[in-house]
């Protein structure tokens, strides 16, 4: 596609429920990053990859979120057993993994668990 | 902990006046980049600098990255109500890819 592509882009659960995040990257883009962004801001770094090997995932918050990308390409943030305080916009961002290139970032998809 | 601290959080000025936004850290990074962010939208990369002491200038705007590789600063010239937007400085690791961002500085230009 054009750009980078988030689904939902807006997602309302209920606690205790799993959700799952999906990432569409520009093709060719072999950086995939997730971030977690509160109103005002600047976006937390949770966990990025190359291709599909997941680099670092340092910035999960705890063992309840989890994120994949099998082939390569698209990416799911998963969040198991949600809780309010996992309300936040969530965005996505890809790039082509040189130095100093450009970081495109999706819409976010805005979570919030009641 | 933020990587990046930025500085200030919050800058009101008139339009017509100069301000400067600065992005410090201990680590050293690859390169570092400068994003602007509208309410609604994800952030726009407005400039790359890649070389220690490298100054770029995008017209009114002017980044310099420091010496060390560790800070950099954002200079306004002469601002005008189109440059409000929060603006965020983004380093990326010497070792790796891995893109870390700012808390951001919400910058408000008042006609």
């Known amino acids: 596609g054009a750009g980078v592509s988030q689904s939902p882009r807006y997602k309302v659960t209920k606690r205790g429920q799993d959700v799952a995040l999906r990432c569409d990257p520009i093709?060719?883009?072999?950086?995939l990053y997730w971030y977690r962004q509160a109103l005002g801001q600047g976006p937390e770094f949770l966990t990025y990859?190359?291709?599909?090997?997941?680099?670092?995932k340092s910035g999960l918050p705890n063992d309840r979120f989890s994120a994949e990308r099998p082939e390569g390409s698209i990416s799911t943030l998963t969040i198991q057993r949600t809780e309010q305080r996992d309300s936040a916009m969530y965005r996505c961002?890809?790039?082509?993994?040189?130095?100093?290139?450009?970081?495109?970032f999706g819409q976010g998809t805005r979570l919030t668990v009641v | 902990t933020q990587l990046l601290e930025q500085s200030p959080q919050f800058l009101s000025i008139q339009e017509g006046e100069n301000l400067t936004v600065y992005c410090n850290s201990s680590?050293?990074?690859?390169?570092l980049q400068w994003y602007r962010q509208e309410p609604g939208e994800g952030p726009v990369l407005l400039v790359t600098v890649v070389t220690g002491g490298e100054v770029k200038k995008l017209k009114r705007l002017t980044f310099q990255f420091g010496d060390a590789r560790k800070d950099s600063s954002l200079h306004i010239t002469a601002a005008q109500p189109g440059d409000t937007g929060l603006y965020l400085c983004a380093g990326e690791g010497s070792n790796d890819y891995k893109l870390s961002f700012g808390a951001g500085t919400t910058v408000t230009v008042r006609a």
């Open positions: 680590s050293v990074f690859s390169s």
């Open positions: 961002a890809s790039s082509l993994a040189l130095v100093g290139t450009e970081a495109f």
């Open positions: 990859f190359n291709y599909e090997a997941q680099q670092d």
């Open positions: 093709s060719g883009h072999v950086s």
